[in-house]
């Protein structure tokens, strides 16, 4: 599920940066290069420069307002360079780009251009399908500008989908949380391009904190830092709230036990999640919420609730609680067993609960009522002293620790033949002498074996003699 969630709801995001740099539209008109002259070229951040014809005036370009400090204009001064540059980024045919674009940076290795021309080569390799160039073309960028907004964003979201493909998982998902947080880091101090609307640089930034946010979260869980995941995909998920695969996975962080552990979050992002959610990961996504609900608050009552406020609902609100089960000590289960059931009809464990972690009043009540009296039990041997003495495990956990909790002392020696073989099951009587509250050991004697009826012979019938 999660692979077709990150295809879905990441591809339309990064899709939308990658065509920005890679199909500008419009750029103000520079005058044809003369000789001596200043030839002006637009980075791949904001739109395309539009050659203009040899002698023609110079076209203004709509003013933007300049609501954020933004680059200074790069000029490209010699005209021949300038003139492939321009030929290239103008291509309309991705393929045509590439290699007007591949040609350019070749022959101006140098070219002030050579961050806009490598991210509009980028973009034309996104266009075209080609992930492999297109990321190799974003780590170009990356080493022109560590900062570049959009080569981040696409190693962050390439790195993340190759990682949910199963493919070198482990690596590129530190890969995709690394370009994440450098993108974040870089935000801060990401200054306007010179030819950028404020408005579209503001989408810009907005559209890749998602991005880096979700990568560098995702990446934080799947390393099993929890607090950390919480911390980039909380983020992720206030700026995009219908984003089912952050939403699922900031759940699963929430859920998962440690000092970051933050169920009440968890169950909300769950039942959200189960809302989001299409076909079968609907209902397997509901049940593991319900049964999450249920172990922490105790019962179901109330899952219901929350899965109708999380159709609307995109975050916890503020006094946001969900009331957590907190099971009854064993005193209080020893206390709510002697007032419920007859001592009579207690098995050997309810014994053991109430003698050892009951009141001394629950205590006395119980052991009055067997001391003295003969009991028939089934209990597991654990050891075997003698012919007439035999260590025996009656309840469960003890049988699974391999603890005696029974010292049974018998009226005779136990002939050879009826002997038991140690770590099999015993039916026996015995009576309670007494008894050790921890570790518990109830002391019996007049022990004897209880030996199971052989079943009649079928019978025979004889045929009369005609």
């Known amino acids: 599920m999660k692979k077709i969630v990150l295809a879905m709801l990441l591809v339309a995001a990064v899709t939308a940066v990658a065509q920005t740099a890679s199909q500008p539209n419009s750029a103000p008109a520079q005058s044809a290069p003369q000789q001596g002259a200043t030839p002006a070229a637009t980075p791949s951040q904001g739109t395309a420069a539009t050659p203009t014809p040899q002698g023609a005036a110079p076209t203004a370009a709509p003013a933007q307002p300049a609501a954020a400090p933004a680059q200074q204009k790069k000029e490209i001064k010699d005209p021949a360079e300038y003139n492939a540059y321009v030929g290239a980024v ?6 045509a780009k590439i290699s007007g674009l591949e040609a350019f940076i070749t022959q101006y290795p140098n070219t002030v251009m050579k961050e806009e021309s490598l991210e509009y080569l980028m973009g034309a390799y996104q266009q075209t399908g080609n992930s492999p160039k297109m990321l190799e073309t974003a780590q170009k960028v990356l080493a022109v500008n560590p900062c570049n907004l959009r080569a981040l964003a696409l190693v962050a979201y390439s790195k993340q989908a190759m990682a949910t493909a199963g493919q070198s998982a482990q690596q590129n998902f530190a890969d995709a949380g690394q370009a994440g947080q450098k993108g974040l880091q870089c935000l801060q101090t990401a200054v306007r391009p010179y030819d950028a609307a404020q408005a579209d640089w503001d989408k810009l930034k907005t559209q890749t904190a998602g991005i880096f946010n979700g990568a560098a979260g995702i990446s934080a869980y799947q390393a099993k830092d ?5 911390k ?5 998920v206030q700026g995009d709230p219908a984003n089912l695969l952050e939403i699922y996975d900031l759940a699963l962080a929430d859920l998962a036990p440690g000092a970051a552990e933050n169920d009440p979050e968890g169950l909300f992002y769950i039942a959200r999640a189960s809302n989001l959610a299409q076909g079968a990961g609907k209902d397997q996504i509901a049940k593991f919420g319900k049964s999450r609900y249920v172990q922490y608050h105790g019962a179901d009552d109330g899952w219901s609730d929350l899965l109708t406020q999380t159709t609307s609902a995109t975050q916890p609100p503020a006094n946001f609680a ?4 907190v099971p009854p000590t064993l005193a209080e289960q020893a206390a709510a067993l002697v007032k419920s059931k007859k001592v009579e009809e207690m098995s050997f464990a309810e014994f053991q609960l109430v003698l050892s972690e009951g009141t001394p009043e629950d205590a006395d009540k119980v052991w009055t009522t067997l001391k003295g009296k003969p009991l ?12 007439s003495k035999l260590q025996l495990a009656g ?14 002392t018998m009226m005779a020696a136990i002939p050879k033949k009826d002997m038991p073989k140690e770590d099999s099951d015993f039916q026996f009587e015995g009576t309670p002498v007494s008894y050790v509250a921890k570790p518990f050991v109830m002391t019996m004697d007049q022990g004897a074996l209880l030996v199971k009826a052989k079943p009649k012979p079928a019978a025979t019938h004889h045929k009369t003699a005609q």
């Open 376 to 387: 028939q039990l089934q209990a597991h041997i654990i050891s075997i002293e003698s012919s």
């Open 90 to 95: 103008e291509q309309k045919d991705p393929a």
């Open 395 to 408: 309840s469960q956990d003890d049988i699974d620790a391999k603890r005696a909790d029974i010292d049974l």
């Open 232 to 236: 980039y995909l909380r983020a992720a």
């Open 226 to 230: 929890y607090a950390t995941a919480e």
């Open 322 to 325: 969900i009331t957590k089960y």
